[in-house]
């Protein structure tokens, strides 16, 4: 019967897959059988395999010294996850954040950017942030900006405030992706200016780490105030977060608890701010006060699920763009800026295709 056929070549080609060696598959992959004009034939790749092979020789070497007996945790579908220790490094031994019982408002700050559609010279983009209070162990009050809408094209940026290099706006131009980090790194960095420039004294905390080459960071930070506001970066993803030993042991630890990195100007630090809560890594601005101070001051103001702060979450989920926002947006530009909208399609759904019939 045809498929049987069907099944016996498929498990042929299975058990031949399995048994090939690694080197010649990245230059064996599906390739035609029918007869290429002269000077076409796969035979002209045979260089380009062979320095790939070499390539590889070169990463397994060095991958031998650098990976074997390496704790790994591999991405799911390019998405990092959150590992797991099941061995604790005995002799190192974290500080516990007591907490610091004064009010201090502790305002969190996070910010989306969109691309809302483009033009044959510049794109469209909107941005929003939020801002989240907590105050004393309790979200006090929660604010909302935007949409701001800001045009980038071969005249610059306009709709917000920005100085950037002639090699950055180069790549912000040419990639929706960089310039939508860089747009929204230009709002959180006004916003923070901001709050740190109040007289009001408070923990100012950003979404992300304040080393970050492309941070809204990257080139100085905000002056603390005359009452000694501090300024802190709190990441949910780091490398620290596996490669740190001290991981291990703030997740086993009963009380809030932290360790510290690395020292300087920016001190970097992994925290635990509840007995059943992530560890996370915190970068905190040089200030008037120790970090282990600034830690109790957040402990107490704010509140946590699972170690994470509810100022952060708040403003998280308050700068996010909706479906029915993204929709009014575009209703609105449509007849502010009086746009003849042109009938779209999917380029990758035409394009490519796939063997299931969809994109």
């Known amino acids: 019967m045809v498929w049987k056929s069907v099944v016996v070549v498929h498990v042929a080609i299975a058990q031949h897959l399995i048994s090939y060696e690694l080197h010649p598959m990245l230059r064996n992959m599906a390739i035609a059988t029918d007869v290429l004009p002269d000077g076409l034939e796969p035979d002209l790749l045979d260089s380009l395999a062979e320095e790939f092979r070499q390539g590889f020789a070169e990463l397994a070497e060095s991958a031998d010294r650098q990976l074997s007996g390496r704790n790994f945790v591999f991405s799911r579908y390019g998405r990092e996850l959150y590992p797991y220790f099941e061995e604790a490094d005995a002799t190192l031994v974290p500080g516990c954040i007591i907490p610091i019982k004064e009010g201090r408002p502790v305002a969190s700050v996070d910010s989306t950017c969109v691309l809302v559609g483009e033009t044959s010279e510049g794109a469209l983009y909107a941005a929003r942030t939020a801002i989240g209070i907590s105050f004393e162990g309790a979200l006090r009050r929660f604010f909302r900006l935007g949409p701001i809408l800001v045009y980038a094209s071969g005249s610059g940026l306009v709709g917000i405030e920005s100085s950037l290099s002639s090699p950055e706006f180069a790549m912000l131009l040419a990639d929706h992706a960089v310039a939508e980090r860089v747009i929204r790194n230009c709002v959180e960095r006004r916003v923070i200016d901001t709050l740190m420039a109040s007289n009001e ?69 992994l925290a635990k701010f509840t007995p059943d809560g992530l560890v996370f890594r915190l970068d905190v601005a040089k200030s008037q006060e120790p970090v282990q101070q600034t830690l109790g001051r957040i402990l107490w103001n704010d509140a946590f699920a699972s170690g994470y702060p509810d100022s952060l979450k708040v403003a998280h989920h308050l700068s996010i763009f909706s479906k029915a926002d993204d929709q009014a947006l575009k209703a609105y530009v449509t007849r502010r800026f009086r746009l003849r909208q042109l009938p779209t399609f999917s380029l990758r759904r035409i394009a490519l295709g796939s063997f299931k019939g969809g994109a």
């Open 201 to 269: 004294e408070a923990v100012v905390m950003a979404d992300g780490s304040l080393k970050h080459p492309m941070g809204q960071f990257a080139g100085s930070l905000p002056k603390p105030n005359n009452k000694g506001s501090c300024l802190v970066g709190f990441s949910k993803s780091s490398n620290l977060i596996l490669s740190e030993s001290a991981v291990s042991v703030l997740s086993r630890s009963e009380v809030a608890a932290y360790h510290s990195i690395d020292d300087g100007p920016v001190k970097t630090v």
